[in-house]
């Protein structure tokens, strides 16, 4: 059974970078038949779709986020990752990872998820 | 962007009663669309894809209906476990974007 799984800090600083990781286990992860995103809800709140790294290596940051965000893949270790820079009282969230199934053309759902790992922005 | 509207906010029902949610979208969307289910302290859950399709493991009950910029999440009958938050969400278009939720809550 896929499962994914994130780690990082749990609470962040005003203007310093957040830097999460997810590791993905029990299932294929340098296959091309999946993409891997970053999703986040703020306490309370609805979800937000953050970035996402596409098969071969393209990367989608959602606009509002653009300027700040970064995701990355390590294929050895089956891990990707998330930075997002200059963290404000705004980004506390729960951040989550998940994994959407792709065919030849298109990228479909959020089908796995990680549990969420909560970042609380306070000095 | 396109924006998803959810309605409505709320949904009071009982168990047994039929619940029916709706997502509008600000443009056409085609059939790209998904439906999750949240629980407290739990990940969303994938229930229907591409508009009217159950994911895997997902009950007959759960059904989802339309295209272009309406669409419907029914659940037949409520079971005590359907009581959540339910989003909807596109990947029509970058960026990928979510319904602000419907919470069924029991009454």
């Known amino acids: 059974q896929l499962q994914l799984q994130e780690s990082g800090p749990g609470l962040v600083k005003p203007s310093e970078t957040l830097s999460l990781t997810c590791t993905v286990s029990?299932?294929?992860?340098?296959?091309?038949?999946?993409?891997w995103d970053w999703i986040r809800q703020p306490p309370g709140k609805g979800l937000e779709w953050i970035a996402t790294m596409y098969r071969g290596g393209s990367t989608y940051y959602n606009p509002s986020l653009k300027s700040r965000v970064t995701i990355s893949v390590d294929t050895s270790k089956n891990q990707f990752s998330l930075n997002l820079r200059f963290m404000t009282a705004a980004d506390t969230a729960l951040y989550y990872c998940?994994?959407?199934?792709?065919?030849?053309?298109?990228?479909?759902?959020?089908?796995?998820w990680g549990q969420g790992t909560l970042v609380t922005v306070s000095s | 962007e396109i924006v998803l509207t959810q309605s409505p906010a709320t949904l009071s029902l009982s168990p047994g009663e039929r619940a029916t949610l709706s997502c509008r979208a600000s443009?056409?969307?085609?059939?790209?669309l998904a439906w999750y289910q949240q629980k407290p302290g739990q990940a969303p859950r994938l229930l229907i894809y591409d508009a009217s399709n159950r994911a895997t493991g997902i009950p007959a009950r759960f059904s989802g209906s339309g295209s272009g910029t309406d669409f419907t999440l029914t659940i037949s009958s409520l079971e005590p476990e359907d009581f959540a938050i339910y989003y909807c969400?596109?990947?029509?278009?970058?960026?990928?974007?979510f319904g602000g939720g419907t919470k069924v809550e029991i009454k």
């Open positions: 443009q056409s969307v085609s059939s790209q």
């Open positions: 969400q596109q990947r029509s278009n970058w960026p990928l974007t």
């Open positions: 998940a994994r959407r199934y792709c065919n030849t053309t298109t990228c479909y759902y959020f089908d796995y």
């Open positions: 029990g299932g294929s992860f340098s296959s091309t038949t999946y993409c």
